[in-house]
Structures are given as C-alpha cells and as structure tokens.
C-alpha cells in the first residue's frame, strides 16, 4: 500500500462548477500538507499549503486538512478551463525534508 | 522570475546507452531533489541534496543510476546503462533551507522526457 493515496480519476467538469479532490495517507508524522498542480509537460507547482489541521482558503481554492482522520481535501469553486490539469497532494513530516506525493487527478473542466 | 532548468527536454536512446541529465537549480538553493514521474508509479523520489551532499539515495537503483552535484549551479542524474524501464519524466526540484515553509516552496524543473528503446 502506498503511503499517500489519490484517485487518480480522471475528472471532467462544466465550467462554474465545484471540484472536489482528495488524498488519504497513512504516516502520522506527515503535518506538512501541500496541493500542487501540474500542467501538460510542465513541472508541478505549489497551489495551496497547509501546516497541521484545519482549513486555508485561497481565491477560488480551499485546502482541508483532518489529521485524526488522515484525510486532507482540495475544493477548487467557480471552476474555470484554465484550472484544467493534474493536482497533486503532496505531504511531508519536516518542514526541510523530502515530499510524499499522490498519483495525482487529472481534472477537465468544460466551457 | 528564477526556474530550474533541466537539459535536454527530451532524450530518446537505445537500450544499454548512458544517459546523462541536467539541472541547474535557483540561485541560493540549498536543497535539490530529483523525482522520476510515470503514469503507473506518480512521483518517486529518487535522490535528494543539501548543500551539494547526498542525504538520501534510497530510491535510486544503485546499479545503474548515478546522482552527483558537482558544485551549487549544476546537479547531473546518469543511468548506465540505460533500459527501456526508465522511459518516465525526471524533474529536478531546488529550495531553500527550511523549503516547506508557505514563502519559501519546492520549485520544479520542467522536466526531461526520457524514451528508452
């Protein structure tokens, strides 16, 4: 089993709609948690971050973040094409150390 | 606007042919990854750097893959000889000390693509 899990969809949008990410993950140490998005032949890059539990919100974007249940969360409102690529949660129990990543989702959205 | 640069883009080579890969990290990063993205296995680390020393190869098949940084501007990834299972996107990623903080994030390369036939 890996250490973090993400449904690798993929998913497909209409435009203004909500879309709706998760990862699991197994580690208790990992308190670090991260969204990365990643456009087609592009290297990923940081979206939202998140320190321990709780919510962080971000424009359109909403990171949530339940430890006890190890379980974290992206809702991305509004939904627009542009936000059309593959997200990645990423993880890490340092705030200096290497990062744990998600197979990824890749969403579509629509117009 | 500073990017890690990764060279060549792509790379197509035979089988049992050395592979060299490049990058060249931000200015005054300290730290730098290398990760091996394919559609079945995602990202995987395989190795990592501080301050130009190794501090974790684990992911790496030792017998074939290489990872050096000759000095702070430069980190080489080499694989010989190279197999077709190594078809995949290697990125390199640099940061500062301390880079998960929210300010101060992983920045990544856009990658090399690499076919083995």
């Known amino acids: 089993q890996k250490e973090v899990e993400q449904d690798p969809g993929p998913l497909s949008v209409p435009e203004g709609a909500i879309v709706s990410l998760n990862c699991t993950y197994s580690?208790?140490?990992?308190?670090?948690f991260m969204w990365y998005r990643q456009y087609s032949r592009k290297g990923p890059e940081l979206l939202m971050y998140?320190?321990?539990?709780g919510n962080k919100e971000d424009g359109r974007f909403t990171a949530q973040v339940d430890k006890s249940s190890k379980y974290i969360s992206l809702f991305i409102r509004d939904s627009q094409p542009s936000d059309s690529a593959t997200y990645l949660c990423?993880?890490?129990?340092?705030?200096?150390?290497?990062?744990?990543f998600g197979a990824g989702t890749t969403v579509t959205v629509r117009a | 606007d500073a990017r890690v640069t990764q060279t060549p883009r792509h790379k197509v080579t035979e089988m049992g042919q050395e592979v060299t890969m490049r990058c060249q990290p931000i200015?005054?990063?300290?730290?730098v990854f290398w990760y091996r993205q394919t559609m079945m296995q995602g990202l995987e680390l395989l190795a990592y750097?501080?301050?130009?020393?190794?501090?974790?190869d684990s992911g790496m098949p030792k017998d074939r893959f290489s990872a050096e940084m000759p000095d702070a501007t430069l980190a080489t990834l080499k694989i010989q000889p190279s197999e077709p299972r190594d078809s995949a996107v290697y990125f390199c990623?640099?940061?500062?000390?301390?880079?998960?903080?929210?300010?101060?994030?992983?920045?990544f390369g856009n990658g090399t693509r690499l076919t083995v036939t």
């Open positions: 990423a993880m890490t129990g340092s705030n200096d150390y290497k990062l744990s």
């Open positions: 998140t320190y321990s539990s």
């Open positions: 990623a640099s940061g500062e000390t301390g880079w998960g903080s929210y300010n101060s994030p992983l920045h």
């Open positions: 580690n208790s140490a990992f308190q670090y």
């Open positions: 750097f501080r301050n130009r020393a190794p501090l974790d």
């Open positions: 200015l005054g990063h300290n730290t």
